[in-house]
């Protein structure tokens, strides 16, 4: 009982840090969306509108060509794209989308071709990784010579 007990508050705690995470960017979103959206009304002597995201975000659409003119637009465009950046790491933290591409051209492997693509950050290059062996790495240098290794093997098949 005391283990079942133990392991469920376990496992809300996780899923708890990971809603906290959205939590925070969705409120930063809010916040950022609603400022601007100030300045827009001040401004142009209109209605602010609701303090929510979805009606925030249509408000500054509309708003959009006059705020392109306006001096602080460049910290507009910084805030929205640090906001952005926040939001995909909640979405995928470790920063890398896999792709699906291809069985593996390698003679004898029964291996998938598989895109890794770092979505922020720079440490390391994108590469091609083969999902039956870590010798099949393809990196993007070698991209052009895989394709034709790939469309040769498909002539062969
Ligand atoms: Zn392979």
Redesign the pocket.
Known sequence: MVKVVRKVARKSAATGTMNTAAAEVRASIRTVLASWSGLVAEERHLRPPARDVPALARFLGRHVDWLTRHPAAGDLADEIRELSRRASNVVDPNGVRRVHIGD?P?ID?E?N?VALIRTHGDRLPTEIV?T??DA?TWPATWWTRLARRMRTQGEVR
Do not use: E, I, N, P
Request: charged share 10%; proline share 0%; glycine share 12%.
């Open positions: 593996c390698d492997c291996g071709l083969c039956a062996s099949h």
